[in-house]
């Protein structure tokens, strides 16, 4: 395994079972759940299983989603901006919230923004595309962002995207780097 997921895994769940906060995420879970302090949806998918879901997508799907779906199949809660991480059932190209549609939509309206962060020029149309071409592997819903995964490179890792309610977007090298940078802010936001 390239990529170390049960222990970035292992280091949210017991994150957000420390925080009396979240207690509304986490009552769902199952008391084995919660005695095990992990936050996973179900077992670790098989690889029957995932050469059906890239036979169902069309695509071998990259490296780090695999590794991910070998540890987990799906993960309850990563932090205060992004949810749930789907289950291998749930994904699908068609499987995308509605409100992707809208925020690429309102993007490719903008033409290009100047970045307030760097000052560099965003092409607002190219992330529209982006994000019309992307896996979405997170839950989606108006304060939170999403992980989306760009398959237009073709290669063995795809790139992740980071993708705020307002419509700006981060880039990473690879799924599991998406959602370390996700679990290492939280830690460093609530110890």
């Excluded at 390239?2 to 906060?21: E, F, T």
Aim: aromatic content about 10%.
């Amino acid at each position: 395994m390239v990529n170390d997921w049960p222990a970035l895994l292992k280091r949210a769940s017991v994150q957000a079972l420390s925080r009396p906060a979240l207690a509304y995420k986490t009552k769902r879970l199952s008391l084995e759940q919660k005695d095990r302090q992990w936050l996973a949806s179900g077992p670790p998918v098989s690889q029957g299983e995932i050469l059906q879901f890239e036979a169902r997508l069309g695509v071998e799907i990259p490296i780090s989603l695999r590794e991910f779906f070998e540890t987990s199949n799906g993960f309850v809660y990563v932090n205060h901006l992004i949810d749930r991480i789907r289950s291998v059932e749930e994904l699908s190209w068609e499987n995308r919230d509605p409100e992707l549609a809208w925020l690429a939509d309102s993007l490719r309206e903008q033409g290009n923004v100047t970045d307030i962060d760097d000052g560099k020029l965003v092409d607002c149309a190219a992330n529209a595309a982006r994000i019309l071409r992307a896996l979405q592997v997170t839950d989606f819903s108006g304060n939170s962002s999403v992980i989306l995964l760009d398959p237009a490179a073709g290669a063995l890792e795809w790139p992740a995207l980071i993708l705020s309610p307002e419509g700006m977007i981060q880039e990473f090298e690879s799924f599991f780097h998406a959602v370390q940078y996700e679990v290492d802010r939280t830690y460093s936001l609530y110890g």
